[in-house]
Each structure stands twice: as structure tokens, then as C-alpha cells.
């Protein structure tokens, strides 16, 4: 088989106790392997990886993507259709001086012209810009591309934590754990080949997302990967909604949370879709500068580039309680992308929520252009919570103003389910609108145990009668399944017991309800 070139537009202080170790130089090779979703992920594979640090004048490397549908041969070579992106920053200690960061070259590779609900093995290359494109190319032309498959196996070290019992799990659960280190592993081989499967046509079901927030980088952690790792069949996609790393303004920490990723994560094999957090700002002291790393490092289906305002606050930002609104919109920001039945809209809850922002017209817009007879589902993911039965973050501007604006046209628009973050716990609502239970209002589901911690106090001893389910003591992340236009379940995963919760849902906009959980969930 004769090999197609694709040339499209080629454009030439941590929370929690413990230290981390230092980032894996990695010889300048491929690592940090993640997916998203392109516009239309039955079509289209956003693949981003880590290079080279940027530092010292240093010169990104070009970047391609092997790919074909045959496990034993590639018949595709995608080159990058922009330039590699890069930042720096200073960075603030406490008893030492500034330290000047540079960050890995980060390339986002998108690979158009998929055919739906279908698996490809793709391999990601790095050659030398100086030397040109059509040398990179030249390499791969004239041969049929033979290869030994090697694809991700389910590592022995995730297979071996896998078998923990649920009293060996209870014993480690930690509020505040100590953040990973895995500076005493080896890099990934960046030879291996991975693979993806497409998304099946808008419209067509079953389809599975897992769930998850505030992940960062610590045991509690890595239970959550090594449990989505050893379930990953029955995964087409995960929402992380924000707080991802915890690195909060120490670059370096994001080099060790991918570090984490590529040791533990299915993210080189199932497409990761994130929302912004109040920890993924990261404004330093000296500097305007926000959400540099969350905007170099992923790449969602954007709307249009990231744009920022000018941010002339002076002084680090508290981001425990950061100002409202940011000016920060599109990009990473928030975005859409239709997965089968669902609908999935991931809005910034620290961008402006209000009625003449650039968010609220576009959301307005989304929301009234979807077509419920092909995505009867509608999912909204943003980091903080609408309801929260916690006694934290009760009186954050960013709650207050997404109760205010985007409820209504939650209410308005027939969401079905709302996923947040931010409070350490788990908590589902009744459906509800206004603040009061009412069955054409979405449901409202808080994953925010993700791995940071697990210890959210609650107001009251009494739930509010919005509350279905609250619990702060056990780590976990959901799973939202779609079976067709009028039946979902939504799924508890509680990763310190050995029962798994779950409820059946019944989509409002044919007319029915919300069905209670078989268990408690």
C-alpha cells in the first residue's frame, strides 16, 4: 500500500503535604500522549503531545501523525497544521528567587477524514524543522510502513493496585494525601503504537462518558486512573471538570501531572475533554498572564482562539477565591461537540456569565440551535457547582452569577444534567429549577472526589429538599451512559467500596422522569 501525505495548511505552592519529584526530561522524544475530540468526533482526532523543552532559543521539532485502520500497516501521514505552541513565565518561591520556566513544546495535531465507529493505530512522530517538512515526509513516501504491533497493554503496576481490597483501600484514604512522584520511572516508548475509535454518528447510541473533577496528582489520584484503566472498554469519553492539575502557578507541576498521565491514564486511547477550574488560572505575581498552561496544553474543539483582556490585577491571585469575570473566552474556554444522542457544552465559570458577554450569546445561540430529535441529550459541564449542600465556596461570585444567567436557559432549553466540580465530595440533586424541585429542571451532579481530597463539611445536618445524595468520605468519578433518545443511567463509582451505585434516567423531553437509583447513588 502506497502511503497518502496529508499537508493541510501546513504552517511551518502545591496543596496538601509532600514534594514532587522532578519532571522526566525524556530526551526531548514524544510523551505526554493525550486525545480530544475534533469538531466532529466521528470524523475528526485532536492528537497532543509534549516535545523538547522550549528554553535557550531551542527549535520545535516538526510533528506528524502515522495512522491507519490495519493493525499492521500505516497508510496515512498527517504533519502538524501549526506551529508547535510553547510559553514561559516566571515562577515565585518563598525563600529562594524567582525561577524563569519554559515550557515543552506542545503539539496539537489535528486528523480529519475519519470514518465513524471505527478503530485507528496512530504513532507520533518528531522530526527535524531545520531539515524541512518535505524530508519528514520523504521518509515515509516510497515504502509501505511494516511495524510489529505494540499496543498500550494494561500495565502490571496498574494491574497489580488494581487488586487492592476495599479494607486495604479504606486504610490509605487520605484527606490530605502527599502528591505523586514519579521521577524514578522511565519514559514512555514513544515508539508504541495506540490507537482510538471514532465516534459513532451523531444520533446513534449506546454511548459512555466518564466523569470526573479536582483529579490533580496524589494517591487517591491514581485509584481513579488505574479504575478507568482497567474499565476502559466501556469508555468513549472522559470530562474532567476542572482543577486538573493542582500545579497552582509551579509549571513544572504540570510536567509531573502529564508525567502521571502517561503512566496511568487511557488518555492516549480515549479522548479527555476538560473544563477550566479556579486552580488552572494561575496568574503569578509579577505579570497579566492567566491560564497559559490550560490554553498551551490542550486543545479542545475550539470555537475561534483563546482571547484575553488585559488583567491588571497586581499582587498573586488567591485562586481559592479568584475575582469575577476573567477576561479570558473561547478557546479552551468553552466549547460543544455532539457524541452520539448527547450534547455535551463545557462553559467557563471564570469567564463573564452575563447577559452581553461573548459566553452567554454563544451558549444562548448553542442552546437554541440543537436538534433533540438527533441529540436529545444535553449535558453542560463547568467547575462550580449551581447547588451545593457544602459549607464551602458558598458565596463564590462565579455561583452566584451561573444561578443568576445560565440557570434560566438551563430551565429554558431542557438541560438534563449539569456535571461540576469544586467541592471536594460527591452530591446529586432532585431536578430542579429555581431552587426548587421541579421535574423539566436538569439534574445536578457534583463529582468533585475525583483525587485532591475528600472532606467537603456540610451545612447543615439536614439535607436541603433538593438533595438526593451527598457524601464526602469516599473518592470516586460517574459514568453517564446513553442507551437511546429516552433512557440513560447515571453511575456512582466509589472507589473505597466494592458496590458500584447507579439510577436510571428517563429524558424529560419525551415526557418522562428521573427514576430513583436501584442503590442509593
Excluded at 502506497?2 to 526530561?25: A, E, H, K, N, V
Excluded at 463573564?352 to 459566553?359: I, L, R, V
Aim: hydrophobic content about 35%; proline content about 6%; overall charge negative.
Amino acid at each position: 500500500m502506497r502511503l497518502r501525505i496529508s499537508l493541510i495548511s501546513l504552517t511551518l505552592s502545591l496543596i496538601g503535604q509532600g514534594t514532587l519529584g522532578d519532571p522526566r526530561s525524556c530526551d526531548g522524544q514524544v510523551r505526554h500522549l493525550h486525545l480530544a475530540v475534533g469538531h466532529d468526533p466521528s470524523r475528526e482526532m485532536t492528537i497532543s503531545f509534549a516535545s523538547g523543552r522550549s528554553s535557550n532559543e531551542a527549535i520545535a521539532p516538526i510533528g506528524c501523525i502515522l495512522i491507519g485502520t490495519d493493525p499492521n500497516t500505516f497508510d496515512r501521514l498527517v504533519l502538524e497544521q501549526e506551529s508547535p505552541l510553547k510559553y514561559d513565565t516566571t515562577i515565585e518561591h518563598e525563600h529562594h528567587p524567582f525561577e524563569e520556566y519554559s515550557s515543552p513544546f506542545q503539539h496539537h495535531i489535528s486528523v480529519g477524514g475519519l470514518e465513524p465507529g471505527t478503530r485507528y493505530y496512530y504513532k507520533a512522530i518528531i522530526g527535524d524543522r531545520e531539515e524541512g517538512s518535505e524530508k519528514l515526509a520523504a521518509r515515509f513516501s516510497d515504502t509501505e510502513l511494516e511495524f510489529g504491533l505494540r499496543l498500550a497493554e494494561e500495565k502490571e503496576e496498574i494491574e497489580r493496585e488494581g487488586r487492592e481490597s476495599e479494607g486495604q483501600l479504606r486504610a490509605r484514604r487520605r484527606l490530605g494525601p502527599p502528591p505523586y512522584n514519579g521521577s524514578n520511572k522511565t519514559c514512555i516508548d514513544g515508539n508504541k503504537v495506540r490507537s482510538f475509535t471514532t465516534a459513532p454518528p451523531s444520533g446513534i447510541s449506546p454511548v459512555s462518558f466518564a466523569i470526573t473533577g479536582d483529579l490533580g496528582q496524589f494517591e487517591h489520584s491514581k485509584e481513579t486512573l488505574i479504575h478507568m484503566s482497567r474499565h476502559r472498554h466501556n469508555i468513549d469519553a472522559v470530562l474532567l471538570v476542572g482543577d486538573i492539575s493542582y500545579a497552582n502557578g509551579k509549571h513544572g507541576h504540570w510536567d509531573t501531572f502529564f508525567d502521571f498521565l502517561d503512566d496511568y491514564s487511557i488518555f492516549d486511547e480515549v479522548p479527555l475533554l476538560v473544563a477550566t477550574g479556579n486552580h488552572d488560572i494561575e496568574k503569578q505575581e509579577h505579570g497579566g498572564e492567566i491560564f497559559q498552561a490550560y490554553e498551551a496544553r490542550f486543545r479542545m474543539p475550539q470555537v475561534r482562539p483563546a482571547e484575553f483582556g488585559i488583567y491588571n490585577h497586581t499582587g498573586k491571585l488567591d485562586m481559592e477565591a479568584p475575582p469575577y469575570p476573567l477576561p479570558y473566552d473561547w478557546g479552551n474556554a468553552f466549547y460543544s461537540f455532539s457524541y452520539g444522542p448527547a450534547k455535551h457544552i463545557v462553559v467557563s465559570a471564570y469567564s463573564s456569565m452575563d447577559p452581553d458577554s461573548a459566553q452567554y450569546t454563544w451558549l444562548k445561540t448553542e442552546l437554541e440551535s440543537i436538534d433533540r430529535s438527533v441529540t436529545p441529550w444535553v449535558l453542560i459541564s463547568l467547575h462550580t457547582p449551581l447547588y451545593n449542600s457544602y459549607a464551602v465556596h458558598m458565596h463564590d461570585p462565579q455561583i452566584i452569577a451561573a444561578r443568576e444567567h445560565f440557570e434560566p436557559l438551563f430551565v429554558k432549553h431542557h438541560v438534563n444534567v449539569v456535571f461540576t466540580g469544586h467541592i471536594h465530595a460527591y452530591q446529586r440533586t432532585k431536578n430542579v429549577a429555581m431552587g426548587k424541585p421541579h421535574r423539566r429542571g436538569p439534574l445536578h451532579v457534583t463529582v468533585g472526589a475525583g483525587g485532591r481530597q475528600c472532606d467537603a463539611p456540610f451545612k447543615s445536618d439536614s439535607p436541603e429538599e433538593w438533595i438526593v445524595k451527598r457524601d464526602a468520605s469516599i473518592y470516586g468519578y460517574g459514568k453517564f451512559s446513553v442507551f437511546n433518545e429516552t433512557h440513560a443511567e447515571w453511575r456512582w463509582v466509589p472507589l473505597s467500596s466494592s458496590v458500584a451505585t447507579w439510577m436510571d434516567l428517563r429524558n424529560s423531553i419525551f415526557g418522562g422522569e428521573w427514576q430513583e437509583p436501584r442503590r442509593a447513588c
